[in-house]
């Protein structure tokens, strides 16, 4: 089993469609949740940060449910210039800052 | 504005050669870390360091050696470039808010 699993899509919505993506990650000691955007031939951006409590960014919100060892990313109002992969990242329990990426999640926003 | 630089966005090289690629960041930040990204296969770490002169592997360090003689600087060392090297190479750097990212070195080997 991979240590952070993500569906890779691709997603393919309309502009204004409500988009979702989950991820489940291996290691219940994990602490630290993030999503990551990556354009096409660029590195991976911080998206969010995932909080226990959930957290919303404009039209982003994660969430983190430690019970099931899953996260997700509500995109709401989607844009065109959301068209990007988003990779679902999870700390490794060691104090070497090292993190585990999913293979990412590619969603094309079509007019 | 917090920054990863690495030394060359495109490269060729010739299989057999030694291949040196840079990172330097303005960040202060300890833990640095280099991976290879592929079509389908995702993020693949090579080599971490999480303090001068400490380096340790990840989960594809054959083939590759690493260098960090000073903190700001974390190299990545190809000692003989294969053709199955080739690919997108991304420097990080680790701080309270996850990683920073240099803009990546895509490295062909003929």
């Known amino acids: 089993r991979k240590e952070v699993e993500q569906d890779p899509g691709p997603f393919n919505v309309p502009e204004g469609a409500t988009v979702a993506f989950n991820c489940t990650y291996s290691?219940?000691?994990?602490?630290?949740f993030f999503w990551y955007r990556q354009d096409c031939r660029k590195e991976p951006k911080l998206l969010m940060s995932v909080y226990s409590s959930g957290n919303e960014d404009g039209r982003f919100t994660a969430q983190l449910n430690r019970a099931s060892q899953y996260i997700s990313l509500l995109i709401r109002d989607s844009k065109l210039s959301d068209s990007a992969t988003y990779l679902c990242v999870v700390n490794t329990p060691s104090n070497t800052g090292k993190l585990i990426f999913g293979q990412g999640t590619t969603l094309q926003v079509k007019p | 504005d917090v920054k990863v630089t690495q030394s060359s966005r495109y490269l060729v090289k010739r299989t057999g050669e030694k291949v040196f690629l840079e990172c330097v960041q303005d960040?202060?930040?300890?833990?640095m870390f280099w991976y290879r990204q592929d079509p389908g296969l995702g993020l693949r770490l090579i080599y971490f360091s999480y303090d001068v002169k400490m380096k340790e592997k990840g989960d594809i360090p054959e083939g590759y050696s690493v260098s960090r003689e000073k903190k700001e600087r974390f190299s990545l060392i190809l000692e003989s470039a294969s053709t199955n090297q080739t690919s997108m190479y991304l420097c990080?750097?680790?701080?309270?808010?996850?990683?920073?990212f240099g803009s990546g070195t895509r490295l062909t080997v003929v």
């Open positions: 960040m202060d930040h300890e833990n």
């Open positions: 990080a750097s680790s701080g309270y808010y996850g990683y920073t």
């Open positions: 290691n219940s000691a994990s602490q630290s």
